[in-house]
């Protein structure tokens, strides 16, 4: 059966309680995310987006490099941007969408961010498409998901993922480049990273000119915030108080 937007709901919202102490966040994400925050230079004031926010770990990892930024975090997963929300307070702005059509104005964005959730998105070309049109002009995109290429990766993300999550698909270094250079990017560099769960990093840059990114007919600005829409609101949920990762 082909992957859907459904099975992806149900699945996180299954794996949102115990999310957070899953053994690959030290195994897999936190490697990852430090590899991703070497590449970063944000200017105080920078939009970032992080696309595929689980319970906001990596918006955390950034606030604390970066407190000066602005950071929005999307997901589906309304259980998981509840925990996002209680760990960042009003240090971030969260908001339940599609990855896929995304509620937010076209070139806003400095940076945007996707860890560990490319394989969910059933039309990857249309999620990088989306990505494309709400970054700004020489805004940088740095995708992370699992690297496949090779036997051990073929394994693990072509054989081994698809038995627990369905059939979710890992994208190839050469599908990454060809998706993201259709969609309209310039990629920078793709960097494997990890052993024994391998990664892989793919940095782009929309071009200063290029392909012009145009209004999306599938949400409308409302209200004084410029990420508030008719689409999707900010989340609404109690805050127990910001928290900070581990040092």
Known sequence: MPYSSIAADQQFTGWSQRYDRSMLQRMLFE???RLL??????????RVLDVGCGTG???AWVADAFPEVELIGIDRCRPMLAQGLCKLGERAEFIQADSQ??????RHFDVLLNTHCFHHFPDQAQAAREMFR??????ELLVIDGWRDGPWGHMIYDRLVPA???????ASRARFRKLF?????EVLRQQRGGWFLPYLLTHCRAPLAGKPAVPAPHFKVVGRSATTTAAAEPLDVSVQGPHRRAA
């Open 57 to 59: 770990n990596l918006l």
């Open 31 to 33: 490697p990852s995310f």
């Open 134 to 139: 709400v970054l700004k002009p020489g805004g």
């Open 181 to 185: 250079e259709e969609a309209g990017f």
């Open 101 to 106: 059509a995304l509620p937010l104005p076209s």
């Open 164 to 170: 627990f999550e369905g059939e979710v698909l890992h």
């Open 37 to 46: 925050l070497s590449k970063l230079d944000l200017r105080p004031g920078a």
